[in-house]
């Protein structure tokens, strides 16, 4: 049986263009995470230049996912011995810049770069280009894990990929507004039963470009239970990930499973 796996989810109020400013917090967040025993802190979505800052700033700003706010991230991440996801605005080698989050582990090992593949509304199309990609998965501690930017966790066939992948957690940085607080409250646990499996879902909180930010940060177990979650206000919440209920909600509720054999029938 796999060890327990803690993380944290950082629920902070944008700082719109002071990348500087937002690694100093960065810094702090995760000295807190460590200090308090989680292996991975979970940013939200644009969490590094902001989210609604026009696609002027957002092309002036993007960056390669080996730039160097990657290796301000790497230090931080080594500095203080815990993995970190961030999201930021990547430049792609065609030119377009793509709403993206990075995994850096504690030992500053890049381990997946991911782009948003569903736009939602007009900002984020006016900024960012949509990348479909295979479902990625890799192993972080024994738990075989991928990423999801928020509007994707919306798609079934989103959540539904990764599991099919053997995913155990999805994480998802996140910049969802007051008016769908389906989403986190309802919809999060949804899509981690449906699939069997953990999703942790790191929202803003506070405004941003005329654009208010819902909070409720969230972390749904593989039985549709919320382990944890955050209020409207600024916080570092945790929750601790058990093989004991990932084991005893796939025994319970079978769909991935069942899905396979429907698929792949035995000859």
């Known amino acids: 049986m796999r060890a327990p796996l803690k993380l944290a989810l950082w629920q902070c109020a ?15 967040a995760a000295r807190e995470a460590a200090s308090a025993g989680a292996q991975l802190l979970v940013c939200p979505e644009m969490f590094i230049t902001g989210y609604a800052i026009g696609a002027p700033a957002v092309q002036t700003l993007a960056q ?5 706010w990657a290796d301000a991230v ?15 605005p990547e430049r792609g080698a065609d030119g377009r810049v793509h709403n993206a989050a990075q995994w850096i582990d504690a030992s ?10 569903y736009l939602f509304g007009e900002l984020d199309r006016s900024q960012f280009a949509a990348e479909a990609q295979s479902a990625r998965t890799f192993d972080f ?30 994480v998802v940085p996140t910049a969802n507004m007051a ?11 949804v899509r981690a039963y449906e699939n069997q499996l ?9 405004s941003e470009g005329g654009l208010q930010y819902g909070g409720l940060s969230v972390v749904a177990g593989p039985d549709g239970a919320t382990l944890v979650q955050a209020g409207r206000e600024e916080a570092l919440v945790f929750a601790t990930l ?3 209920r990932l084991t005893a909600a796939r025994n319970a509720a079978q769909h991935v499973r069942d899905l396979t054999v429907l698929h792949n029938p035995p000859t």
């Open 108 to 117: 500053g090992l890049r381990r997946l770069n991911y782009r948003k593949a």
């Open 64 to 68: 390669m996912a080996d730039g160097a």
């Open 242 to 244: 058990d093989d004991e």
């Open 14 to 28: 944008p700082a719109p263009l002071d990348v500087p400013g937002n690694l100093e917090r960065l810094e702090a």
């Open 141 to 170: 501690l024994g738990w075989k894990v991928g990423m999801l930017i928020c509007y994707d966790v919306e798609f079934p066939e989103a959540t539904r990929a990764l599991a099919l992948a053997g995913a155990d957690l999805i």
């Open 74 to 88: 790497t230090g931080i991440a080594q500095r203080h011995q815990v993995a970190v996801v961030y999201g930021y």
């Open 179 to 189: 008016d769908y607080d389906f989403v986190a409250r309802s919809l999060v646990p």
């Open 198 to 206: 953990f999703v942790a879902y790191a929202n803003f909180a506070g």
